[in-house]
C-alpha cells in the first residue's frame, strides 16, 4: 500500500497539527516561550501540542494560539480544521470517559430510613431532578456521618446517571488547610479526558471548561467535606441533566439562596439506630445486654464515628462484659470533663481507644496522621513509621479494625478529619518537632524516589508539595 492511501495513525495526525503550529510559530518569528507567554499557556503545554504528545487539545487554547498568532482567517480555518482532527479522533477512539469514582460504603450502615427517603423526593423535586442537594450537620456536628448517608443514597441511584459518579473529598475540616476549588477541577478535567499539562490556569476558566465537558451528559457530582459555598460554586454542572451532592458541616445557606440547593440536616442517630448499630458490630454480647448496650450508646452520644470506635474497643476486649467497658468509658470522660456534648464526648471516646493500644500500634497512629494526603498506602505508612511495609500493612490493618482510621480504596486508608486532629495534638505532644520532622523527612524521600519515573517535573512537584507542607 502506498503513502498516499495508507490510513494515518493517531500520532500522525497529531504530528500534522503539532508540524503546522510549528511553521505558523517560525513564521511568526516566535520562541515556543514568547508564543507561550502570548497565548496564556504554559510552555510544557506548547512543547506538548507542538510534538504531537497531547490527544485532545482544549478548543479555547486553539483560540488563543490562533489569536496569538495573528492568522488570517483562511489560516485559521485550517488551523482550526487541523485540530478538529485531533479531537475528532481522540473521541472515537474511545468515546466519553465513564468515570465511576464513588468510594463505597461500610456493609453495616444502619438507621438513616427518612432521610434517604427525603433525598428520593429530592431527585425528583418540582418535577425534574433538583440540581444541587447539601446534606448538612444539624450544630455544625462532626462524625455524625453525612458522608455514609450521601453515599448510601448516590449508589442507590447510580442508573440513573449513565454517564459517570465524579467523587472529591474538598478536605474542608482536615487540620491542613482546604482544597482549592481550582485543584478540585484539575483533577476532574484530567479525569475526563482534558490533557494535564493544557489545563487552564484560572480557576474560572477551568470552571468554563469543566460545564462545557459535562454539558449534554448525566452525571453525578459528589463534592464531600465542602467548608463553603464559595468552594463549592465553581464545582457545580450548569446542565439539568446532572445532580451535585454535597456534605459539609455548614449549612451552607449561600447555595439554598443563591445556587437553589435543597439541604438536608442531619442530626444524630435515634436511639434505637445507634442500639442496632452497636448489636451488628459487636454481636451477641450486645444483644445479651441491651441495657449496657443502650447505656453505651448513650455515652457515644449516638454519634456514628464514636459508636463504631467503641464497638472496635469492645471487639478488642472480648471477654470484658459490656458494662464494665461502659464504666470505664464513664471514668474517661471524667477525667477529661467532658460532659454530654458530642464534640467533647468524642474526645474521650478517642482517648480511651488509643490508651488501649500497644505502644508500637499508638506510635503508628500519631505518625500517621501527618501525612499531608487525604489517604495512603502501606509504603508510605512504612515511610512515617520507619518500618518495613509488611509491618506497616498489619498496623493500618490493625488501626482499620479499631475504626481509628477507614479503608479508602483497595490498599488504601485515611482517617476522618476529627481522629486525625486528635493524633497530631499527640504527636505534637509525645513525639516532639524532631521526631515528626524526620518522620515527614522520611515520607518526602519515599516520595521523590517514587517521582522519580515521572522525570524532574514529577520530582520537583513533588519535592514542593512536601517542603510546602512542612513549612507551613
Not at 253 to 258: C, M, Y
Request: glycine share 10%.
Amino acid at each position: 500500500m502506498s503513502g498516499d492511501t495508507e490510513p494515518h495513525s493517531d500520532f500522525d495526525r497529531h504530528s500534522d497539527f503539532g508540524r503546522l503550529l510549528r511553521r505558523r510559530r517560525l513564521a511568526a518569528g516566535l520562541t515556543q516561550e514568547e508564543l507561550a507567554e502570548r497565548a496564556k499557556l504554559s510552555v510544557r503545554a506548547l512543547r506538548d501540542l507542538e510534538r504531537g504528545a497531547t490527544g485532545r487539545p482544549y478548543r479555547h487554547s486553539i483560540n488563543r494560539l490562533a489569536d496569538a498568532l495573528i492568522l488570517t482567517d483562511a489560516d485559521r480555518t485550517e488551523f482550526s480544521r487541523m485540530a478538529r482532527r485531533v479531537r475528532g479522533e481522540a473521541g472515537r477512539r474511545g468515546g466519553p470517559r465513564v468515570p465511576r469514582q464513588l468510594p463505597g460504603v461500610g456493609a453495616d450502615f444502619t438507621g438513616r430510613s427518612a432521610e434517604l427517603k427525603t433525598l428520593a423526593g429530592l431527585l425528583e423535586a418540582d418535577g425534574g431532578p433538583v440540581g444541587t442537594v447539601v446534606v448538612s450537620a444539624i450544630g455544625g456536628t462532626a462524625g455524625v456521618g453525612k458522608t455514609a448517608l450521601a453515599l448510601t443514597w448516590a449508589r442507590q441511584i447510580t442508573d440513573r446517571f449513565p454517564d459517570g459518579q465524579l467523587y472529591v473529598n474538598l478536605r474542608g475540616y482536615d487540620p491542613g488547610q482546604p482544597m482549592p476549588s481550582t485543584d478540585a477541577l484539575a483533577g476532574f478535567l484530567r479525569t475526563l479526558g482534558g490533557p494535564g499539562q493544557d489545563i487552564p490556569a484560572d480557576t474560572g476558566e477551568r470552571a468554563a471548561a469543566f460545564r462545557s465537558l459535562l454539558a449534554g451528559r448525566r452525571m453525578l457530582v459528589f463534592l464531600d467535606n465542602a467548608s463553603s459555598a464559595e468552594q463549592v460554586r465553581p464545582l457545580l454542572p450548569a446542565t439539568p441533566d446532572c445532580v451535585t451532592v454535597v456534605t459539609s458541616r455548614d449549612t451552607l445557606a449561600g447555595l439554598v439562596a443563591r445556587d437553589g440547593a435543597r439541604r438536608l440536616d442531619l442530626d444524630l442517630l435515634s436511639p434505637a439506630d445507634a442500639d442496632i448499630l452497636l448489636n451488628k458490630l459487636i454481636g451477641d454480647r450486645a444483644a445479651a445486654d441491651p441495657e449496657a448496650t443502650a447505656a453505651l450508646a448513650a455515652a457515644c452520644t449516638r454519634l456514628p464515628l464514636t459508636l463504631r470506635i467503641a464497638a472496635g474497643l469492645a471487639v478488642s476486649r472480648p471477654s470484658v462484659p459490656l458494662e464494665r467497658l461502659v464504666a470505664e468509658l464513664a471514668g474517661e470522660q471524667q477525667r477529661l470533663d467532658a460532659g454530654g456534648d458530642s464534640r467533647t464526648a468524642a474526645q474521650a471516646v478517642f482517648s480511651w481507644s488509643y490508651r488501649r493500644l500497644d505502644p508500637v500500634a499508638a506510635r503508628a497512629f500519631r505518625l500517621l496522621s501527618l501525612h499531608p494526603g487525604p489517604d495512603y498506602e502501606a509504603y508510605a505508612a512504612a515511610a512515617l513509621t520507619g518500618g518495613g511495609p509488611d509491618q506497616a500493612s498489619e498496623l493500618l490493618g490493625e488501626l482499620a479494625r479499631a475504626y481509628l482510621m477507614h479503608p479508602t480504596a483497595t490498599g488504601r486508608y485515611g482517617q476522618h478529619d476529627l481522629l486525625r486532629a486528635y493524633a497530631r495534638e499527640l504527636a505534637a505532644s509525645q513525639d516532639g518537632a524532631d521526631e515528626t520532622r524526620a518522620a515527614l523527612t522520611r515520607l518526602r524521600d519515599h516520595y521523590l524516589h517514587a517521582a522519580a519515573e515521572l522525570g524532574a517535573t514529577g520530582t520537583d512537584e513533588v519535592r514542593a508539595w512536601m517542603n510546602g507542607w512542612q513549612n507551613r
